[in-house]
Structures are given as structure tokens and as C-alpha cells.
């Protein structure tokens, strides 16, 4: 379980131990930001400034959650509940306990990152320590409660860091589909209370908080190192909807598009509302609104949406889809640094009413070219609440 540290005014924060060797992960720094946001974080191999190397200072702190959350609807609860409550059936006492949690443990709730299980441990279980039969029991929840490609996407993700392991050196080693990754469960599964399906590691969080007919899948962390590789005789490529998606859209705005969509407040060398930002205060917004695009384009901008949103059941994601569209003249999209597929820095966002999606080229250490991040937010139903603050 995670070590907690009791810090000046007696809050209680989670620190994470220092990373010697990792595939370049950190999160949110802007030439704009914080000291501690900036000069805490620069993981090895990018991430904040000097990269290649130093140490994590990722916290997690309590926060202030209700179970408001402004849902679309359409959850498969009903179907979830069961697969969660035939996976707890599985584990042991002292397991069941390990996995188990509050609903109302904000702070353990909170606690994801893009970094590994070896710079900052997850809450739960690691799916290594669990046999079997437990792992496919886990692992049936994810498929009952994603989508195809977003329990494929997961399955990709770790299976790229089986890929960095096999790497071997400097930023590869530890890495793997079962070391790295952990599912925690929050409150009793029910189809009428609410409760919270944690699983989440290296470049994977996936928060799914079910409350009746309502189902938030945000915070939601998708990333990949490399961005695409082949195992076994099988080409990957974890993150080529998001990705594929975000560079067609920037790359058809005009000149006058593009210049209109540049974010001026500051350059971006990872995400902004990355792990631990959960103060629910969102930058202000800048860029192109999507109102000024033309209906192509605006396709193109749902394209994207579809991308993150899909990775959910099918019917909450089509009416999750059917509110993002709807506030789709709210809603503004914008770049930084680069927009291109392989350049270093490319920082590409989404911000509506609702929305919020990041994505950037960051750098990597373990391979010789960049590799994603990306996450998506809902301002109003993150952690399925409407009210968050720290």
C-alpha cells in the first residue's frame, strides 16, 4: 500500500521515490508554470527541463469529490458490477483487503501517473502478484467496461513495455506488462451506489467511476514509448486513432487557421493537467474556436473526440459524444511549439464547456525518437464528480 507523509498544517501527501532509469516520463511543466511543476518533475529522457535524467516529485493530495458528476448517461453498470464482483470472488482475504478501498479515499482515488510502478506505486494490486485466473478476471472488467479498441489500446500499451524490457539498458529495464501495472477497486460495487474501477501503470490510467446511470472514464491517461513497434511479428501502434486524428486536423488549418490557433501563453514540454493536477482549476482559454471552422474541419475536430470518448462502453460513449457535440461551438482548439508527427514538442489541445484533451511529442530516452502522452479530462465529471478542489 502507498506510504503517506504527514507535511506542515497536517495534510497527508504520497510521495514517490526517486527515478534513477525511466522511458522519459514527467508531468505538466510550461515556461509559464511553477517552480515545483517545472524543476520537480523532468524524468529521464525528457519530460521537464534537462531531461536524461533526476528524480520524480510527483504528490497526490486529497481532494474535494462529490458524486455529482455531470454524466450523459448510459452506463453499462449492470454489466460492470458483476464482472467486479466475480474478479473479488477470486482473491484471498489479505488480497481482497489489498485491492479494496473507501470510496471516499480521495487521495488513493487520485493517486495515477504516466511514470512506472518504480518511480510511483499504484494503489492496489499489481497484476504480477495476482495468479492467473485473477489476471483474466481483472482484465474481464476492463473489456466489459471499454470498448474494443479500448481494451485493445490497453493491452497495446502494455504490451509496448514488454518491448522496452526487451530493450535492455539504460531506461528499459523493469518494465513490463505485469510489473507495471495495478487495479483497485472503491466502494462496493452496486448498480445504484457509486463506486470506482482503478487500473492504471505505465503510460495507462483509467479512472471508471459508476453511479447508477452515470459513468465518468476521465481522468483518462493513454501514452505509448515507442509510438510504434513490432513483437512477436506483430506491428503495434498503441496510439495511432488519437494520433492520427490530432495531426489530420492541424495539418488542414490555412495559414490564417493555424495562426489563430496558436496558444501564446506559453511553451509546453509535457502535459498541463497531467497526473496530480486535480485542483480543478483548467487553464484560460486560448486558440481557435472550433465555430470558425469549417464543417470538414469540425468533423475532423469530432474525429478526435470520438478517438478518447470511444474508449468507453458503446453507449455511454455515443452519448457522452452526443453532449461534447452539442457544446461544440463552445469549444476552441490550439497548439504549441510544433504541430508535426515526429517533431519534438508538439503540443496539440481541445478545450470545450465540457472537454479537455492533450496531446504532445515528448522525448524518450530508451528509443531514439519521441513518444506520446496524452489526456482527457471532463471539467465537470471528472472522478464522476462536478465539484472538484483541493
Same mark, same amino acid.
Given at each position: 500500500m502507498r506510504k503517506y507523509t504527514l507535511i506542515a498544517g497536517g495534510a497527508l501527501v504520497a510521495t514517490a521515490m526517486t527515478v534513477t532509469a525511466c522511458s522519459s516520463d514527467s508531468t505538466s511543466s510550461t515556461s509559464t508554470a511553477s517552480a515545483s511543476a517545472s524543476e =520537480? *518533475?523532468?524524468?529521464?529522457?525528457?519530460? =521537464?527541463?534537462?531531461?536524461? =535524467?533526476?528524480?520524480?516529485?510527483?504528490?497526490?493530495?486529497?481532494?474535494?469529490?462529490?458524486?455529482?458528476?455531470?454524466?450523459?448517461?448510459?452506463?453499462?453498470?449492470?454489466?460492470?458490477?458483476?464482472?467486479?464482483? $466475480? *474478479?473479488?470472488?477470486?482473491?484471498?482475504?489479505?488480497?481482497?483487503?489489498?485491492?479494496?478501498?473507501? *470510496?471516499?479515499?480521495?487521495?488513493?482515488?487520485?493517486?495515477?501517473?504516466? *511514470?512506472?510502478?518504480?518511480?510511483?506505486?499504484?494503489?492496489?494490486?499489481?497484476?504480477?502478484?495476482?495468479?492467473?485466473?485473477?489476471?483474466?478476471?481483472?482484465? $474481464?472488467?476492463?473489456?466489459?467496461?471499454?470498448?474494443? $479498441? =479500448?481494451?485493445?489500446?490497453?493491452?497495446?500499451?502494455?504490451?509496448?513495455?514488454?518491448?522496452?524490457?526487451?530493450l535492455g539498458g539504460q531506461g528499459a529495464d523493469g518494465f513490463g506488462s505485469l510489473v507495471d501495472y495495478s487495479i483497485a477497486i472503491y466502494g462496493t460495487p452496486s448498480t445504484t451506489e457509486p463506486f470506482t474501477v482503478q487500473f492504471g501503470g505505465h503510460h495507462l490510467a483509467r479512472n471508471l467511476t459508476y453511479n447508477g446511470d452515470s459513468v465518468s472514464q476521465t481522468p483518462q491517461f493513454v501514452g505509448t514509448e515507442p509510438t510504434t513497434f513490432t513483437a512477436d511479428g506483430t506491428e503495434y501502434e498503441p496510439l495511432e486513432a488519437e494520433s492520427t486524428a490530432f495531426f489530420s486536423l492541424f495539418d488542414g488549418l490555412t495559414d490564417d487557421q493555424r495562426t489563430a490557433a496558436e496558444i501564446t501563453s506559453g511553451t509546453f514540454d509535457d502535459l498541463v493537467m497531467g497526473p496530480g493536477m486535480d485542483n480543478g482549476q483548467f487553464p484560460e482559454t486560448e486558440g481557435l474556436a472550433v465555430s470558425e471552422l469549417d464543417a470538414d474541419q469540425q468533423q475532423e475536430v469530432l474525429a478526435v473526440l470520438q478517438a478518447y470518448v470511444g474508449d468507453l462502453s458503446t453507449e455511454a460513449a455515443q452519448a457522452t459524444m452526443a453532449q461534447y457535440t452539442a457544446e461544440l461551438d463552445q469549444t476552441t482548439i490550439g497548439w504549441s511549439n510544433n504541430t508535426g508527427p515526429t517533431d519534438e514538442n508538439s503540443y496539440l489541445r481541445i478545450d470545450g464547456p465540457s472537454v479537455w484533451i492533450e496531446f504532445i511529442n515528448t522525448r524518450s530516452q530508451s528509443t531514439p525518437d519521441i513518444h506520446y502522452h496524452s489526456v482527457y479530462r471532463d471539467k465537470n465529471n471528472d472522478y464522476g464528480s462536478s465539484n472538484i478542489a483541493g
Open positions: =520537480g *518533475f523532468g524524468g529521464p529522457g525528457g519530460g =521537464g527541463p534537462g531531461g536524461g =535524467g533526476g528524480g520524480v516529485g510527483q504528490t497526490f493530495t486529497a481532494v474535494d469529490l462529490d458524486t455529482d458528476g455531470v454524466s450523459a448517461g448510459s452506463a453499462n453498470t449492470a454489466a460492470v458490477v458483476p464482472v467486479v464482483e $466475480a *474478479f473479488l470472488a477470486t482473491l484471498d482475504a489479505d488480497t481482497a483487503d489489498t485491492v479494496s478501498y473507501d *470510496f471516499d479515499d480521495t487521495q488513493a482515488r487520485t493517486t495515477w501517473s504516466n *511514470f512506472p510502478q518504480t518511480a510511483v506505486p499504484r494503489e492496489g494490486v499489481v497484476l504480477g502478484d495476482l495468479t492467473e485466473e485473477q489476471q483474466q478476471a481483472a482484465l $474481464a472488467i476492463l473489456t466489459t467496461a471499454l470498448s474494443t $479498441a =479500448g481494451a485493445t489500446q490497453d493491452q497495446d500499451i502494455q504490451t509496448a513495455d514488454d518491448y522496452l524490457n526487451s
